[in-house]
């Protein structure tokens, strides 16, 4: 017999089934007062037993400076770690010699939202989101640019919890 | 003879409507029961709390697009829904659902016709449903659905005798096969319900009509889990969406049956001012409003039966039903007759209460006995061997 496997005493010929069927029925009955455990989505989103995860890694997001350009300096280290391969990245510089993104994309539907991007970036500019509904109406929607990274406002995900970082 | 017209025609409108009006919100019904009995909501989006969902489910059901497959034999293939649909909304035709309603041109019967061989019809019709569902079955083509087929004409026969059988008890006591007539032998007091001196027998009819309806425990012609949906696999649309309204309204019609049969059909329980004339228009109200709370309750029984009871196996079904259903159906026949030979004939008593209560001492007596020997795994057999046998 396999470790820690309950072998549930079996009803031999013996049983009685009319009064099997009788608790039955009073089981299912009681359970129509029971509360219920639905949660009406749209407008439920969250209850006291269940929460979006702080953790949770969505859509990204980025975020901005004071002037409301883009924090990101177009370092390269973002595509570069991204094991879906789904950031387009094509730097740029002014005449100060900042960097900055010319073409900045990321494609949501290659995308497998490690968080890798976020963990890297040095301006804490790129971030995956506290967000999951991406509904849209054709394909090519789902390549996120710049400027619709910048516009999202939904929160950034914490990818772990800042006072217990190793997650002990 | 133009009143006669006149008023049956209305009759069969407005009995039509309303029961294809129940059957939807009767799909409603089971899907949130069913809900409610598993901690979940169910369906509550369309309409308030859902009532519009039928509604939503007819017009999809309607767009759908119809499949057939191509080896199907076309004929058979398109005629079995309706077959199957047809006899089960025509039986609900004979069954009384009110008192006569006055009119200034006379009482209207409330039952769509009233047979002098209601009962028979009743009968006959039921059976003929099952030619939709073998039909579906062999037309379709496909090794589930004939298998289906198999299983529902099988099951429906050897259950269709338990039926019988149980409801001559009913007839002896009425003396007569007409539906009406069934009804007002039951309203002399609430003891005199069939119920009472025939408890035994509701209960044969009870598991039969459960059978003979095709639900859970006994839907082995669809079962989901083994022949993916039985006779109907092969259909969509609204040719699937006729054999649905064929089986909810097979269930409103063995409600209805119940209901006039053993408890006492429109009858209002403690008071004759109901079953007397001369009749009124607030008579007929409270007569229908028995007659749908009754009805409504065994509606309600056959949901919360089919979510609480798994299904049964094949050969626990047949043994079920030619082992034990059929020869009690038979000794309780003749037990029930000889009584009622003994009552009736021997010592002259009438029909009343006392009559009504001393039938329902003897189905005490029986059924006590015959629980506590059959329900030691005579009625249906286990899968396993008892503790310590072979498996």
């Known amino acids: 017999m396999t470790i820690g496997v309950k072998v549930m005493k079996r009803p031999g010929a013996e049983a009685s089934y009319v009064l099997a069927t009788l608790k039955g029925m009073a089981l299912t009955f009681s359970h129509l007062w029971r509360p219920k455990v639905t949660m009406q989505y749209p407008e439920e989103k969250s209850s006291k037993e269940w929460a979006l995860s702080p953790r949770w890694r969505g859509t990204h997001r980025m975020l901005t400076d004071e ?51 976020q963990e890297v970036c040095p301006e804490e500019a790129i971030h995956v989101g506290v967000h999951y509904e991406n509904s849209e109406y054709s394909r090519d929607r789902f390549v996120y640019d710049l400027e619709r990274l910048c516009a999202q406002t939904h929160p950034v995900s914490s990818l772990w919890d800042p006072s217990d970082p190793k997650g002990e | ?205 009870l598991v039969a009509s459960f059978a003979e309806t095709n639900r859970l425990p006994f839907d082995l012609p669809e079962a989901e889990s083994e022949l993916i949906a039985g006779y109907h696999a092969e259909y969509s649309a609204m040719k699937f969406s006729m054999f649905y309204i064929a089986e909810y309204s097979n269930m409103v019609t063995a409600s209805a049956l119940m209901t006039s049969l053993f408890f006492g059909g429109w009858d209002v329980p403690l008071t004759s001012w109901d079953s007397t004339p001369p009749w009124t228009l607030l008579k007929t109200a409270v007569t229908f409003g028995s007659f749908a709370l009754k009805t409504g309750f065994f509606l309600f029984f056959f949901i919360w039966v089919r979510w609480t009871l798994p299904r049964f196996r094949y050969d626990q079904l047949m043994a079920l039903g030619w082992k034990v259903m059929l020869p009690l159906a038979l000794t309780y026949l003749t037990v029930i007759a000889s009584a009622i030979w003994f009552l009736h004939d021997r010592l002259g008593w009438t029909y009343d209460a006392r009559f009504a209560l001393t039938l329902f001492g003897l189905n005490v007596l029986l059924a006590v006995s015959l629980l506590f020997w059959l329900d030691r795994g005579h009625i249906v057999a286990g899968s396993v061997a008892e503790e310590g046998g072979r498996a």
């Open chain 1, 67 to 117: 002037q409301g350009r883009a924090k990101c300096v177009a370092c390269g280290l973002c595509p570069q770690i991204c094991p879906a391969n789904c950031i387009k990245l094509v730097p740029g510089e002014d005449e100060q010699g900042n960097r900055y993104p010319l073409i900045y994309e990321i494609d949501e539907f290659r995308c497998v939202f490690c968080g890798y991007c």
């Open chain 2, 1 to 205: 003879m133009t009143f006669f017209l006149v008023s049956s025609v209305i009759k069969i409108l407005v009995v039509f409507t309303a029961l294809m009006v129940i059957i939807a919100l009767l799909t409603l019904a089971e899907r949130r029961i069913c809900a409610w009995m598993q901690d979940r909501l169910g369906p509550n989006r369309v309409g308030p709390q859902g009532l519009l969902q039928p509604a939503a489910d007819g017009l999809k059901n309607l767009v759908k697009e119809e499949t057939l497959p191509a080896q199907a034999d076309k004929v058979l293939f398109m005629l079995a829904p309706a077959i199957s649909f047809i006899p089960a909304l025509l039986t609900f035709a004979v069954i009384p659902f009110a008192s006569p309603l006055p009119t200034p041109w006379g009482d209207v019967d409330m039952v769509v016709a009233n047979l002098p061989v209601g009962f028979l019809y009743i009968l006959a019709f039921g059976s003929l449903g099952v030619y939709g569902i073998v039909l579906a079955g062999w037309s379709s083509n496909n090794k589930y659905a004939l298998l289906g087929g198999m299983r529902a004409s099988a099951q429906m026969i050897s259950y269709e005798i338990a039926l019988g059988m149980s409801t001559v008890a009913v007839l002896l006591l009425a003396g007569n096969v007409t539906l009406t007539d069934v009804i007002a032998k039951q309203s002399g007091s609430l003891f005199t319900w069939n119920v009472f001196p025939l408890s035994l027998g509701f209960f044969i009819f």
